[in-house]
């Protein structure tokens, strides 16, 4: 109702109703519209047309269904949105909310650029994109029921947004409480549903206009895209889908995309970060999430080549070969003088260290550098902080601190380190990398002693089971897309990581239920290059979302999944078991192995079984290691010809 | 199985390695059983190989610590692994695990492994 001091109005929908009607004629014509209904007279003029017969109608009746004979439908434009970005995939669960784009996608849009991929739950979906996106650096899209399919996805959504990964998300959302229909659809809409991922998104938005969505759409797609990346949404209005598109007057313009550069770090900070680095006596190079690229892995190798510095890969990313003779472990920062951490997720923890012995429930700090180790840092996510969610971590005071992207600095690190470093540092620098080669190659020895142990154990051991996978791969141009068991980092110490794309990171957020989706996503882009891709499978995160097995035999994704079924949530196994013995108690397992509420046997799933039934290959259980050669070879002769497999393997703890 | 075929053999390398009768009435059999039981495994595997996640890659098969180290250790540790005292994990259960840690086989060589001689190598 107006007031005799307000203006009359009309909401969206109305007006878009109003102006959609009278387009047909090919123009608005306000005598027309307003012999209808007569706005109360007041002393401003309308800033909008009174509705017309039909939006009156629709104000007091049932909503009607969208028609498809009023002209093009809005979602059609959104379609010819989407494809000037280069999207190739959707995977997506469907949903009434967005029944309008789909419909256009797969009919107006020809399913292609992007193609739907059917998905059984939201959450793999994202868990798809976010594995895609590290397998090929290119962001695709989901969409999502508006309230309960986007909070399927949350927690993907979470991962994504930790580990710095564009997802581009869209959820179907009716807004207007008097017309849409009422019941589920009603209980599936929100006023905000950007709400629900609000915290852990870069940026959200909820269109109101066609072209809203046009500049909205590229606005996302560039935001994500631009370093520190990360999860966007939009909202997706049924009305903005379904009714004829209109263009107020304006013609209707798809903006064009141009990437933005990366930020850098500052000049002045680098050139200090170099003096530091070029002066110390025991610099080290920590990496988390440097490499985007092959030449990242480049760039690295070549500011520790030329600093003789040893490098420590935390390995959210493939950064830095395991192969160079600089790689070695964290240990090494214990000696450093100097520091520079780049892309770190948890600085803090990279320099001191926490143990959780649970007395009183306070664990123990302690430093793990020297007194006075300067510290510097580059990182684009000091571009980023939001407040609610922790995953920025405990604050660390750093000397030198660059918000910047760490792949777009190094260019101009390198040089500028070039510049610092003074003749005679050279010599010094010199034995220096002779000692860390020396104790590189010791390294790999003890870790291949330690992979002998229990080597013919059963159940069978990590390291025989990530050294058997990778006999029968190691000549294929491979891809290892996730290990979501805890198998000792095996894989990442004794397979040669020499490319980007030889290990993808894990979830950034540690939500479990990541592994199999990745997996799934990362397995689509590789199949694309052409790479052979591998994942080391847990049971506890494939139980989060198996349905992803079904839609990669649905859409022909090649995976081998190798399991580490160790039959237990083996972090809380042990986590029970701590709080039991400070507790002096007994732990109670019932009839497991591990305490009550943390094993996941009697009765043992049948892994192979679940994989079959979805339309995978698959064999197991096997606990014989001897079992394992013959079996993986087989099932890489499948993943080969174009089909998911995946191995059941009985396998110690960790 | 294996370990309860050793029994006298470690019994013997326990007195010699203690210097004492503590482990005379250790047992591996008991003491895998109780290996388990008592949680053991979860940072350790059943085979004692050790994790780099969660035992800090420490070895506990064929250990190298005495017996009274080990069970001073186990008891008295207050840092990445919780204690196990006295009312949890009596005496003879320790005796009996670190009984069943001495009789695990000694590990393969390397050199008898040809897939470590694949690894890091392309």
């Known amino acids: ?654 | 199985m294996g370990c309860v075929r050793v029994f006298v053999p470690v019994f013997v390398v326990l007195a010699a390695l203690t210097g004492a009768g503590a482990a005379f009435a250790a047992d591996a059999a008991k003491g895998k059983a109780a290996f388990i039981q008592h949680g053991c495994w979860q940072c350790h595997d059943y085979a004692g190989e050790g994790s780099i996640a969660t035992s800090n890659g420490k070895v506990l098969a064929r250990t190298q610590l005495a017996l009274d180290a080990f069970k001073t250790f186990v008891r008295t540790t207050n840092g990445a692994m919780p204690p196990y005292r006295a009312a949890v994990l009596s005496d003879a259960d320790l005796d009996d695990i670190y009984a069943y840690l001495q009789s695990l086989p000694q590990p393969k060589a390397v050199s008898d492994i040809p897939l470590l001689n694949d690894a890091r190598s392309k």
């Open chain 1, 1 to 654: 109702m107006s007031t005799k001091n307000s203006s009359p109005r009309l909401n969206r929908r109305k007006f878009i109703a109003v102006a959609a009607v009278a387009g047909a004629s090919g123009a608005v014509n306000p005598a027309k519209a307003a012999a209808v209904t007569v706005p109360e007279t007041g002393t401003r003029l309308p800033s909008a047309l009174p509705p017309n017969a039909r939006v009156a109608a629709a104000e007091t009746g049932a909503a009607p269904l969208p028609s498809g004979g009023n002209g093009r439908p809005g979602s059609d434009f959104m379609v010819d949105v989407i494809k000037t970005l280069d999207i190739k995939y959707l995977p997506a669960n469907p949903a009434s909310s967005y029944r309008g784009l789909h419909e256009s996608l797969i009919d107006y849009g020809k399913n292609t650029m992007p193609e739907f991929l059917t998905c059984t739950h939201e959450e793999f979906a994202v868990g798809m994109c976010h594995g895609y996106f590290k397998a090929t650096g290119k962001p695709i899209m989901t969409l999502v029921h508006g309230v309960v399919g986007l909070q399927h996805a949350a927690m993907a959504v979470y991962n994504a947004w930790c580990d710095r990964v564009p997802v581009l998300i869209m959820g179907g959302n009716d807004l207007d409480a008097a017309h849409r229909p009422p019941g589920v659809p009603t209980f599936h809409s929100a006023q905000d549903i950007n709400a629900i991922v609000r915290d852990y998104t870069k940026w959200d938005d909820t269109p109101v206009s066609a072209q809203h969505f046009a500049q909205s759409f590229v606005r996302m797609y560039k935001i994500a895209t631009t370093p520190p990346y990360g999860p966007v949404a939009l909202s997706l209005d049924a009305v903005l889908q379904n009714e004829p598109v209109r263009d107020f007057g304006e013609p209707l313009y798809i903006p064009k995309f141009f990437a933005s550069a990366p930020p850098q770090g500052d000049g002045g900070a680098v050139k200090e970060a170099a003096r530091l680095l070029a002066g110390a006596e025991r610099p080290v190079i920590v990496v988390d999430r440097v490499a985007r690229t092959q030449e990242g892995v480049r760039l690295l190798v070549e500011l520790a080549e030329l600093l003789q510095a040893p490098v420590v890969d935390q390995g959210n990313r493939m950064n830095f070969p395991n192969i160079h003779p600089l790689g070695r472990p964290p240990s090494v920062i214990g000696q450093a003088d100097v520091v520079i951490g780049m892309e770190l997720s948890d600085y803090w923890g990279t320099v001191n260290g926490f143990i959780d012995n649970g007395n009183e429930g306070f664990g123990q700090n302690v430093s793990k550098i020297k007194p006075g180790t300067k510290l510097i840092s580059i990182s684009s996510v000091d571009l980023l902080t939001k407040s609610n969610y922790q995953d920025f971590q405990r604050f660390q005071s750093i000397d030198v601190a660059m918000p910047g992207d760490a792949e777009a600095t190094l260019p101009a690190l390198i040089e500028a380190v070039k510049s610092a470093i003074t003749s005679d540092r050279k010599d010094a620098m010199t034995k220096r990398g002779d000692a860390i080669r020396e104790a590189h190659a010791k390294g790999l020895d003890a870790a291949k002693q330690a992979a002998a142990i229990a080597w013919d154990a059963s159940p069978i051991s990590t390291a025989r089971l990530c050294m058997e996978a990778y006999a029968q791969i190691k000549d294929l141009d491979w891809s290892l897309v996730s290990a979501s068991g805890n198998t000792s980092n095996w894989a990442e110490r004794l397979w040669p990581m020499d490319k980007h794309y030889r290990w993808l990171g894990a979830s950034g957020g540690y939500g479990v239920g990541y592994g199999a989706p990745a997996s799934v996503g990362a397995a689509l882009g590789n199949r694309d290059q052409g790479r052979f891709s591998v994942s080391i499978q847990s049971d506890g995160d494939l139980m989060y979302a198996p349905g992803v097995l079904w839609t990669a035999a649905r859409h022909k994704i090649p995976l081998l999944a190798v399991m580490h079924n160790n039959r237990g949530y083996h972090q809380e196994v042990m986590h029970v078991q701590r709080l039991a013995n400070f507790r002096d108690r007994a732990v109670n397992t019932g009839n497991d192995l591990g305490p009550i509420g943390t094993s996941i046997m009697n009765p043992d799933i049948e892994y192979h079984k679940l994989a079959e039934s979805m339309g995978w290959w698959a064999k197991g259980p096997i606990s014989d290691p001897a079992a394992l050669a013959p079996a993986i070879k087989e099932a890489v002769a499948v993943v080969r010809s174009g089909q998911p497999a995946l191995l059941n393997v009985v396998t110690q703890p960790r």
